[in-house]
């Protein structure tokens, strides 16, 4: 119940292409749901966020679609460059109680080919 | 402005040794988070402070992990009697309030032979 599922594991795309990272959660009361680029030997980078009362929200090439009823939700990198290569975390947060911590997705490792 | 920094980056250890890592969030930053990285996974949560007190430990895997904020600002994650497992990348996490955002600090990574 407390967990995010993400896929694919990897990915590998052509420069320009679209990437498509998709997760699934059973939680209903996640209320916040962040994506994050972590490049090796660094930490996560904060990349975009959604809540779940809008269905889509898009800054720049990245695009977060959100389904609340499916409890799905996928990030899109749009006109993918090799500096877009890295590992990709969805995560998803539980609203109220004591805690505010974030559950991560497995990873989805994203090669970008020139 | 700075970001949040952790010390050391790099950490070997032999098993049975006590380690000590420090993260300094980010200036004004209530809320702070551990989080540990093990190869290939994503980040899991650890512990949880709001000011100088653990709202939330539920994720420190027994008790030879601990942590403290005395001042309500830097913390240090604590582990007595290490062991080969406790190998992984620890990072740290702040943000302005309970339900901001969370920015990562680079992480210290764990190497217990």
């Known amino acids: 119940q407390q967990q995010v599922k993400q896929s694919p594991q990897s990915l590998i795309v052509q420069k320009g292409g679209i990437s498509i990272i998709n997760c699934a959660y059973e939680?209903?009361?996640?209320?916040?749901f962040p994506w994050y680029q972590q490049f090796p030997g660094k930490g996560p980078a904060l990349l975009i966020a959604?809540?779940?009362?809008?269905s889509e929200k898009k800054e720049g090439r990245f695009t977060i679609s959100f389904n609340k009823s499916a409890k799905q939700f996928s990030l899109h990198i749009m006109d993918s460059q090799p500096g877009d290569s890295a590992t990709y975390f969805c995560?998803?947060?539980?609203?109220?109680?004591?805690?505010?911590?974030?559950?991560f997705g497995t990873g989805t490792l994203l090669a970008v080919q020139p | 402005g700075a970001g949040v920094s952790q010390t050391p980056s790099n950490k070997v250890t032999e098993k049975g040794k006590y380690v000590e890592l420090r993260c300094d969030p980010i200036?004004?930053?209530?809320?702070l988070y551990w989080y540990r990285q093990s190869l290939g996974q994503g980040p899991e949560f650890l512990i949880y402070?709001?000011?100088?007190?653990?709202?939330?430990d539920s994720g420190l895997p027994n008790d030879r992990f601990f942590a403290v904020r005395p001042e309500g600002s830097v913390s240090t994650l604590k582990i007595q009697r290490t062991e080969r497992g406790d190998s992984a990348v620890y990072l740290c996490?702040?943000?302005?309030?309970?339900?901001?955002?969370?920015?990562f600090g680079p992480g210290t990574r764990l190497t217990v032979t």
């Open positions: 996490a702040s943000s302005s309030g309970p339900l901001y955002e969370q920015y």
């Open positions: 939680n209903t009361a996640f209320d916040y």
């Open positions: 959604i809540r779940p009362d809008v």
């Open positions: 995560a998803a947060r539980g609203y109220g109680g004591a805690t505010n911590k974030l559950i």
């Open positions: 200036s004004g930053h209530t809320a």
């Open positions: 402070f709001q000011g100088t007190g653990a709202a939330d």
